[in-house]
């Protein structure tokens, strides 16, 4: 079965700096893409960064110039660099992976638990 397993996240005060992880574990044939949402209470989760396993980046307006997003393809591994942060970046931040696990399945989305991020002074 497919793991997403989020870390990183804490409490840092406005503009700090923290580095989220997320490993993909299980029986994983081939990853399209991965990413990183967030939701903040009260609202919807919305997009913050994706990247495709060929290495091209997609990020929200609002991450632009801050927030870096990067992957390790040997290890099923993608990072979120979060530079100059806000207190508006305050959110769960989730991990998602679109992926096929086996020959026998099509491809299909898998969320991790989540990461608490607090930007606060």
């Known amino acids: 079965q497919v793991q997403l397993v989020e870390d990183g996240g804490g409490l840092v005060q406005p503009g700090g700096s923290l580095r989220l992880s997320c490993a993909a574990s299980?029986?994983?044939?081939?990853?399209?893409?991965m990413g990183w949402y967030r939701q903040a209470p009260g609202k919807q989760r919305e997009l913050v960064a994706t990247?495709?396993?060929?290495?091209?980046?997609n990020y929200t307006d609002s991450v632009k110039g801050r927030f870096t997003i990067s992957g390790d393809n040997a290890r099923n591994t993608v990072y979120l660099q979060m530079n100059s942060l806000k207190p508006e970046d305050t959110a769960v931040y989730y991990c998602?992976?679109?992926?096929?696990?086996?020959?026998?399945?099509?491809?299909?989305?898998?969320w991790g638990q989540g990461t608490q991020v607090t930007v606060s002074s």
């Open positions: 998602n992976a679109d992926l096929k696990s086996s020959w026998g399945r099509p491809y299909y989305e898998y």
């Open positions: 299980g029986r994983i044939l081939n990853i399209k893409a």
């Open positions: 990247i495709t396993s060929g290495g091209s980046p």
